[in-house]
């Protein structure tokens, strides 16, 4: 009884925080339609901007990301592409020094350090405006820059994020992830309007130079330096901006494990970056993202492992029940399709209302970022599967994060 | 599509209280559909008992009757086993839902264990007098957590009840606290010592394997015959 007293207290958790950011979403949309003309910005505007490419060991992909970059339409007197070589041990120099016969692109070797110290090598050369990140192994639309370069007319503006999708999506775990990423797509637009975006996406966010300087550049931040300098940025009472039509196509990985790793990785990053900025967390003075935003990201977590564990050990129940049950008729228990039988508990709708809520927002992610008003195919494998499998990188980064075991990116 | 947006962090506490009044106002939405679906059920069940109730009342004045009719007439009009092993599996399902409408459940339970109880008695009386051959199981169970083989021999009972379709298998709630179950565990001399089988006329204690009570029970070959006999019969007549 007290479990499930439990599970009603963290479901009404979990779908308070899907209905706050659906609210906020059509909130900020009123807000936008009564002000429309107001608000927009003029397209004229572009900044100078420097966008850094930190490579190791990415000789496959960093030729199609460099010319990706090349064919952003932008003045070419106002962009440099800056691919810093952070000691790679293959043939990646070389693929981008093909590229050095292009006047915006200058290509730079150092020793291995992680990828902040890459992108610290690239702010010291450099005094374009604003400064940006595409890792190696994205490719960037066309009209990605001058979606989001206007956007820093607003002065309070020190850094804006583009709208991510997969990058050729091929086998069930991509297509998985990639109605993930409309989530995440969704997630980055609403948490902009309030205010409180703490994520700077490697593929493609934009940082006004001045404030990444004042700020004393990248740190390691626990191999998530997209996260804590997000973090920083918020703590200095800058805004974060998002530009959801500045497609940024990323690859993903495509075994089981190499997604492990990868999200292994952005959860302890978040959850020692949590310990390492616990002041902001349920501070006032850090409005929605101190008091609703951070604490849920953190709550979501154990909530995440609490269900899955209780999943896991009731399919056991189940499971011992059924294999009972085979032994002593010899038969599987038929399946009856008397209504009678159809589990109407407040749980069960609860959850649909919760699950139907998830693809609403998936949708409306796809929906403000390429127009397509119909959810991307990977969202029925995505609802059924991903929450089960989230829980086991979750759970590991919890373990990893306690005992600071640290993480590698490969 | 939409344009670049960007927004300031101060709290907002009017989408706070939007937002809990939405995912209350789902939470009482859920709860109330819920209720409605639970009350659906006990009605159907209710109005299941009434239908057996009357069934039963319905037999017993044929069978008060039985000097101006033939036993045939009344043997045909018995209540199908199938009926009341339908509504105990309700019962069960609805018990199995959590602690909601518990007294309603137990209330429904009592009623079902005295139609199990009436119909017992009067196919025993029915076959006394018309020389039918019902083959019995009374099955005592305790589901407070005390009798860890109950669940399988409930799963047992129920493989028998598919492979012989006219046993008639009654299944009791030994803690039920119903005066004619009380009185029917005095008669049988049924202790609380569960799974209780009362077959033949004898108490057995512990879980009894499907095996077991094909063994203790030899008229279920009897049962199965003559199933297969009436289908065969059915059918002749049939054509």
Known sequence: MIGLNIVYVFLFISLYFEVFMLVSFIQSRMERGMRRGILRHDESHMPTVAIVVPCFNEEKTVAGTITSLLTLDYPHDKIEIIVVDDGSKDATLAVARRFESDRRVRVFHKENGGKHTAMNYALAHTDAELIGCLDADS?????????????????????????????????????????????????????????????????????????????????????????????????????????????????????FKALFRQQVRWTYGFLRNAVDYRHMFGNKSYGNLGLVILPMALISIGIAIFFFVRIVLFAMFEIAHLVTRIEITGLMPRFSFDLFYVNTSALWFIIYVSVVLVIVLISIGSFISTGNRRPPMGVVPFVLFYSLLAPLWLGTAVVRAIFKTGVKWR | MEEPVIGTRAARWGSYLIA??????????????????????????????????????????????????????????????????????????????????QSEIVRLKRLYSLLEIKDYLLMKQLAAKCNLKPVFILYFYSNKGDCTDCEKQGYALTALSRDYPQLRTYSFDYNLGVSALRTLVAIDD?????????????????YQSVDDIQKILPQLKTLQKAAATSTATTTKKRK
């Not at chain 2, 939405?22 to 639970?38: G, H, K």
């Not at chain 2, 049924?190 to 512990?206: C, E, F, Q, S, W």
Request: hydrophobic share 40%; net charge negative.
């Open chain 1, 139 to 255: 490719i960037v639309d066309p009209k990605a820059l001058k979606e989001i370069a206007p956007v820093f007319q607003n002065p309070e503006v020190a850094a804006v994020t583009p709208g991510i999708l997969i990058k050729k999506p091929e086998n069930i775990l991509q297509h998985m992830q990639n109605a993930g990423y409309g989530l995440g797509i969704f997630s980055r637009f609403t948490l902009a309007s309030l205010g409180s975006a703490f994520i700077t996406p490697g593929p493609f966010s934009i940082f006004r130079t001045s404030v990444v300087r004042d700020l004393g550049g990248w740190r390691h931040g626990h191999s998530t330096e997209d996260l804590e300098m997000a973090l920083r940025i918020q703590e200095r009472g800058d805004v974060i901006g998002n530009a959801p039509r500045a497609i940024v196509y990323t690859g993903t990985p495509r075994t």
């Open chain 2, 20 to 101: 809990f009044a939405i995912t209350a106002s789902i939470f009482v939405t859920a709860l109330y559909a819920s209720n409605y679906f639970n009350n659906r059920r006990i009605v159907e069940i209710r109005s299941t008992q009434d239908d057996i109730s009357t069934d039963i009342l319905s037999l017993e004045t044929q069978f008060d009757l039985l000097q101006e009719h033939s036993c045939t007439d009344v043997a045909e009009n018995t209540i199908l086993p199938s009926e009341l092993s339908s509504l105990g599996n309700q019962l069960s399902y609805m018990e199995s839902q959590g602690p909601k409408n």
């Open chain 2, 190 to 206: 049924v202790d609380n010592n569960l799974p209780a089988l009362y077959i033949n006329g004898k108490t057995r204690y512990g």
